[in-house]
């Protein structure tokens, strides 16, 4: 229900962040990630593939199905689904979150928003419980629930980070929830991934089936038992004269997304900096999303190879977000962030000259990938915490997240257009290296102090 009340309003700076406040804010990366880790990236889009097949007629188990399914009158094929469900959640997603984020902003309450999200995305998670049979539609309903959800709730819990630390503390904190968000999603993955190789059976492939499902409910259950912790441990802080609501939140939260749109031109800088992190992120993203698919097809890879490599980046990005964190706070965010950029396109190289079927080497950069991985992430996040108007987190953020999430198409279609110009994994994955060039040259020209005093923030003492 709308929440229809008067905040308090205050001017004075709000009260400082103690320890068990940002232990909170750290304890939710780690709640969250395993809907990233063991439903989005390993078990969603093999189940509810298998159970549009089975709605289209296809016999479980079968090696190729051309089958079709029809929903809402629409003529798809039954192994489209899964991609078509992604690309509506992120057209979705791109219209809730500039919202979400402006109610939060001016909400006394946004403890309640970060909760409300993150179990409904976990309820709906859990759900996939009844997702049986040929129950297709049910499975994609939950999806996008879920899906937006957690987009919803990363808006909210990312909006706590300016107030959790000063300039100078914002990129140690925003590197030690990221690291801890790798952790716990990899400790569920790989306990999922354990269960499913030992209980499984080579001739029974509804078994298999039966244990993605509820690898994927264990995913829901870990999300809401470990939201409780912030929700009990973060504190809210009263709403700034300057975005207070005059009435409904969420009317007010419309009306200040329209005028947030129009203010935003007033912090070029800021923009130029979403669109330097739109780039880059979207090379990164399609690395991820990608190396599976170029693992199997290009270098003939066993499933067991793919399975290992993905357990590494996980746990690997636990240090490696920390390390970088203790790189910035030496020289500074920007540079380290400019430095991941470098890496990665190292990285990218050396995919180029991977050996088909060696696994070992297909580790070694998969090891690579995971030690750059957690720390771009998120000094790119405590980065743009600098950037933000005061009283105006949420919106920001929900900016933010569009650019993370929302434009995530593009690298896909920069690998399928190169891919079929010259049949290559190989060439379709060395094209990506233009994104993280262009990333690196656009985010250098960014002058952070500058963009930070525009912005109206104090800049911390090494960038």
Request: aromatic fraction near 12%; glycine fraction near 10%.
């Amino acid at each position: 229900m709308a929440e229809t009340v008067t905040p308090t309003v205050t001017d004075t700076p709000p009260p400082a962040s103690t320890p068990r406040e940002r232990r909170g804010w750290y304890i939710y990366d780690w709640a969250n990630s395993a809907f990233q880790s063991t439903v989005i990236t390993v078990f969603l889009g093999p189940f509810l593939t298998t159970i549009a097949e089975t709605a289209a007629g296809c016999e479980l188990g079968a090696d190729s199905c051309d089958g079709y399914v029809h929903p809402l009158g629409i003529r798809v094929a039954a192994g489209s689904y899964y991609p078509y469900l992604i690309s509506l959640s992120v057209f979705l997603t791109v219209f809730a979150l500039p919202v979400i984020g402006a109610i939060a902003d001016r909400s006394a309450h946004k403890k309640r928003l970060l909760g409300g999200a993150a179990f409904t995305g976990a309820g709906a998670t859990i759900a996939m419980a009844f997702v049986t049979g040929d129950r297709y539609l049910l499975g994609g309903a939950l999806f996008l629930v879920a899906n937006i959800s957690f987009g919803a709730a990363i808006v909210v819990y990312n909006s706590f980070l300016p107030q959790l630390g000063g300039p100078d503390e914002r990129d140690g904190i925003s590197s030690r929830g990221w690291a801890l968000g790798y952790l716990g999603g990899g400790l569920l993955l790989a306990v999922n991934l354990a269960t499913v190789s030992l209980l499984s059976e080579d001739d029974n492939p509804q078994r298999t089936l039966d244990l993605a499902r509820w690898s994927i409910v264990s995913a829901g259950v870990w999300w809401a038992a470990f939201t409780l912790v912030p929700l009990r441990w973060l504190r809210d802080r009263p709403v700034t004269a300057a975005v207070a609501a005059r009435g409904n939140v969420l009317t007010d939260g419309f009306r200040q997304l329209g005028q947030t749109l129009r203010e935003i031109r007033a912090y070029p800088l800021t923009l130029f900096f979403l669109l330097a992190f739109l780039v880059f992120n979207d090379g990164i993203q399609t690395v991820i999303t990608m190396a599976s698919q170029y693992g199997t097809e290009e270098l003939r890879l066993e499933q067991s190879t793919l399975i290992v490599t993905i357990l590494l980046v996980q746990f690997l990005a636990f240090g490696g977000a920390l390390l970088l964190g203790a790189l910035a706070r030496r020289i500074g965010a920007q540079k380290t962030v400019l430095i991941s950029l470098v890496l990665w396109t190292g990285v990218i190289l050396g995919v180029f000259w991977l050996p088909a079927e060696a696994p070992l080497p297909f580790m070694a950069l998969g090891a690579c990938i995971g030690l750059v991985l957690g720390g771009s992430q998120a000094l790119s996040r405590s980065l743009f915490s600098q950037l933000i108007p005061a009283g105006k987190e949420g919106e920001y953020y929900g900016f933010y997240e569009i650019s993370d999430r929302g434009t995530s198409w593009l690298g896909p279609l920069a690998f399928g257009i190169v891919f079929q110009l010259t049949a290559s994994y190989r060439v379709g994955l060395v094209s990506l290296v233009g994104f993280f060039v262009v990333g690196f040259l656009l985010l250098l020209a960014v002058p952070m102090r500058r963009a930070i005093i525009a912005a109206g923030n104090t800049p911390p003492r090494v960038l």
